[in-house]
T-cell receptor, first 113, second 112 residues
Framework: DQQVKQNSPSLSVQEGRISILNCDYT??????FLWYKKYPAEGPTFLIS?????DKNEDGRFTVFLNKSAKHLSLHIVPSQPGDSAVYFC????????????FGQGTRLTINP | DADVTQTPRNRITKTGKRIMLECSQT?????MYWYRQDPGLGLRLIYY???????NKGEISDGYSVSRQAQAKFSLSLESAIPNQTALYFC???????????FGPGTRLTVL
């Protein structure tokens, strides 16, 4: 049973526009969420996170939004750049600091010039 | 220098062979993890260790074993490899009290 779902395997966006990556979860016990970015032949790298006590967290061009009632989070990248082309994974944990993460399937983002 | 290293980076083996994947870290973290990535399934946790004397099964531990030789070293073994263990394997570490995990570059394993 996939507790964290990224229903879009791929997304294509024009350079300079907004990229929106979505993630849904089923376990209401999740209270901390992270986004990771992965380039080919490299391991995932941490991008941004959000606690369930917040509904938004921003870091430069990256903003994560959390809608707890809908069990949905999204990652916004504005403006999108060619270097943003990668696979993005969302992840969730039960109890912040428990350090066991459940990952989604990933979304491949392609930024077109 | 990479903080989390994995060896080998690529490995092709045959069904029934024993194989070990190794992970080393210089981050000084107590917590280490092994994941596998399959297309369409994301990253799934195989085993994790919160310190040298602590080993825990993850979501998909059947067919795998691990050894935590030191704080900095965590190895994953496939006692008798089978083709559906063909995947990309990642090691990760984290510091006490945080959820952020730091990943190695991965090992691409093919079992024929």
């Amino acid at each position: 049973d996939q507790q964290v779902k990224q229903n879009s395997p791929s997304l294509s966006v024009q350079e300079g526009r907004i990229s929106i990556l979505n993630c849904d979860y089923t376990n209401s016990m999740f209270d901390y969420f992270l986004w990771y970015k992965k380039y080919p032949a490299e391991g995932p790298t941490f991008l941004i996170s959000i606690s369930s006590i917040k509904d938004k967290n921003e870091d430069g061009r990256f903003t994560v939004f959390l809608n707890k009632s809908a069990k949905h989070l999204s990652l916004h990248i504005v403006p999108s750049q060619p270097g943003d082309s990668a696979v993005y994974f969302c992840a969730a944990s039960i109890i912040q600091g428990a350090q066991k993460l459940v990952f989604g399937q990933g979304t491949r983002l392609t930024i077109n010039p | 220098d990479a903080d989390v290293t994995q060896t080998p980076r690529n490995r092709i083996t045959k069904t029934g062979k024993r194989i070990m994947l190794e992970c080393s870290q210089t981050k000084g973290h107590d917590r280490m993890y092994w994941y596998r990535q399959d297309p369409g399934l994301g990253l799934r946790l195989i085993y994790y260790s919160f310190d040298v004397k602590d080993i825990n099964k993850g979501e998909i531990s059947d067919g795998y074993s691990v050894s935590r030789q030191a704080q900095a070293k965590f190895s994953l073994s496939l006692e008798s490899a089978i083709p559906n263990q063909t995947a990309l394997y990642f090691c990760a570490t984290s510091d006490l009290g945080t959820d952020t995990q730091y990943f190695g570059p991965g090992t691409r394993l093919t079992v024929l």
